[in-house]
């Protein structure tokens, strides 16, 4: 299994390769920059024709604020998302904060028509996807209805909590299924690009990830500043030092590689 998770500065997009081949996209968010990442260029030049699933952990545009190029270049099979809420529900909400972009047009196209399950299910060569999300009306913010993800294989697991907060995190933290699946996080992607309001200590008591990974821009705010290092155990780096934290904004692109029977690897730079 690879698992990338992209530098898009302030945004969220990232892409697990199964070991049969499938793709599973988490977001797709883009750097606005002249020349910055885009899934949508960089799903073409792997070749790919399809994604077998595109998940939406936030409907705020910076996470889906290439899916409209996305969907024109590949064929997305299925959509994972908060189904707590309608279409005609987010689309209100998101109008009221002028946020109604063609990312998000795209996406409550979508949410209208990726309603039936898929079958036979899809076979993602000994990969697991468990998600959880809080309920609209009990959360009225987006934040807290973020989709949590879990993706695991052979002894790793990956959380990706898009911008969940401390609230949202106590909810969850209720259910025992979320408390055991947490337990066997590795990987912890820190919510709300690793600002403080995405921070909850409490889920620490069940997790105990060996590095936490940030994906955020340049450090423009002071609410970016926090003690994650403190709840991972630590890899050893190609330095010699043991790193606790990774960033987009100093590592760039993020890998890792976990094959079947051996310990996962992480490298940092290359998108591929």
Not at 63 to 88: F, G, M, P, W
Not at 128 to 137: G, H
Not at 156 to 167: C, S, W
């Amino acid at each position: 299994m690879q698992v990338f998770i992209y530098d898009v500065g302030h945004g969220s997009c990232a892409l697990v390769v199964t070991p049969n081949n499938k793709t599973i996209l988490l977001d797709c968010g883009h750097d606005a920059d002249d020349g910055g990442f885009r899934p949508s260029v960089h799903l073409g030049n792997l070749g790919r024709a399809s994604v077998e699933q595109f998940i939406v952990s936030h409907y705020d545009c910076d996470h889906v604020s290439d899916l409209k190029a996305v969907q024109a270049s590949v064929d997305i099979q299925t959509l994972r998302r908060n189904k707590s809420l309608t279409v005609e529900q987010v689309r209100e909400i998101k109008e009221a904060a002028g946020d109604l972009t063609a990312g998000t047009e795209t996406l409550l196209e979508m949410m209208s028509t990726y309603t039936g399950p898929v079958s036979p299910p899809i076979d993602y060569g000994g990969v697991t996807v468990t998600s959880f999300y809080n309920s609209y009306p009990h959360f009225e913010d987006m934040n807290n209805l973020s989709v949590v993800t879990f993706v695991e294989y052979d002894g790793i697991g990956v959380v990706f909590p898009g911008d969940l907060e401390r609230a949202g995190w106590l909810r969850l933290l209720l259910n025992p299924a979320f408390r055991d699946v947490l337990a066997r996080v590795n990987v912890f992607v820190a919510s709300h690009h690793g600002r403080e309001n995405g921070y909850c200590e409490e889920v620490f008591t069940y997790c105990h990830p060996e590095i936490i990974i940030i994906s955020d821009t340049v450090m423009e705010h002071e609410s970016q500043e926090h003690d994650y290092a403190k709840h991972a155990s630590g890899i050893l780096w190609n330095t010699g030092e043991t790193r606790r934290v990774l960033t987009t904004r100093r590592d760039s692109h993020i890998k890792i590689e976990k094959l079947q029977g051996q310990g996962f690897r992480i490298t940092t730079g290359s998108p591929y």
